[in-house]
């Protein structure tokens, strides 16, 4: 699939780091470090702009080793941009730490996946079928 994108950035377009990657990991474009305090949450820039087809989404992630040895990871995970944003790809970063995170220009601060998505047309009805499950949720299926 091939997606337009304009990159205002400093840095190379994203890639996939192996040949079954799901995402490709997205980088800072800042001109200065930025200092992410202990539980404080920033708007972080890329410098890039996308052009979804119809019927796809961009999916924005954390980095699991970001989060994991840093305790950073994306507030609004996953985070979607939709097929008819044209503005800048930002993400927005937290610091779940009890360490200041200083995010430097080029850093890789997240994942992106192209995923496909439908869209839903509602059916009003007066009951759902039945299934096995029911209405159980959080727990329902207990410890195993």
């Not at 980095?63 to 930002?90: F, H, M, Q």
Request: include cysteine; aromatic fraction near 4%.
């Amino acid at each position: 699939m091939k997606i337009k994108i304009v990159n205002r950035s400093k840095h190379s377009l994203p890639e996939y780091a192996t040949p079954l990657s799901a995402g490709m990991d997205l980088r800072a474009n800042i001109a200065e470090p930025i200092v992410l305090n202990p539980l404080e949450r920033k708007l972080i820039p890329t410098g890039l702009f996308i052009e979804l087809p119809a019927g796809f989404e961009a999916q924005i992630r954390p980095r699991s080793g970001l989060a994991i040895k840093k305790g950073v990871t994306v507030l609004n995970s996953p985070g979607t941009i939709d097929a008819d944003y044209r503005g800048e790809v930002c993400i927005i970063l937290v610091n779940l730490s009890n360490e200041v995170f200083v995010i430097n220009d080029g850093e890789r601060i997240c994942q992106m996946i192209i995923a496909a998505h439908g869209q839903a047309e509602w059916m009003e009805v007066e009951e759902l079928g039945e299934t096995d499950r029911g209405a159980g949720g959080f727990g329902h299926t207990g410890k195993k």
